[in-house]
Nanobody
Framework: QVQLVESGGGLVQAGGSLRLSCAASGRTFSSYAMGWFRQAPGKEREFVAAISRSGRSTNYADSVKGRFTISRDNAKNTVYLQMNSLKPEDTAVYYC??????????????????????WGRGTQVTVSS
């Protein structure tokens, strides 16, 4: 069982920055692929960014490319999402997710919700115009 706890959300003006953190329990964090998703009111959960188990591969939604950066610190059991140049349309609850990848998929950064089997409770990000 893996537990994920997100933090770092808040209220920010358009053009500002936030850094989200997701702390994972357990001693095998480095074995897991990690992802960030978000869900705005009345909308489906959507992919934001992902990083592979190996850390060599990352994947971003087109809407955040060039503005968001995902990274991981295995020594701290934490994955981060640096969000710059925030826009009002980035307003959503942001969720961290993780999965133990299949053999031969250590360099895959998964982008679909059903590919993940552990989720955090989310952190609210609100961007004002």
């Amino acid at each position: 069982q893996v537990q994920l706890v997100e933090s770092g959300g808040g209220l920010v003006q358009a053009g500002g920055s936030l850094r989200l953190s997701c702390a994972a329990s357990g001693r095998t964090f480095s074995s897991y692929a990690m992802g960030w998703f978000r869900q705005a009111p009345g909308k489906e959960r959507e992919f934001v960014a992902a990083i592979s188990r190996s850390g060599r591969s990352t994947n971003y939604a087109d809407s955040v490319k060039g503005r968001f950066t995902i990274s991981r610190d295995n020594a701290k059991n934490t994955v981060y999402l640096q969000m710059n140049s925030l826009k009002p349309e980035d307003t959503a609850v942001y969720y961290c997710a993780t999965v133990l990848p299949k053999p031969m998929e250590w360099s895959v950064a998964y982008s679909l919700p059903h590919q993940y089997n552990y989720w955090g409770r989310g952190t609210q990000v609100t961007v004002s115009s």
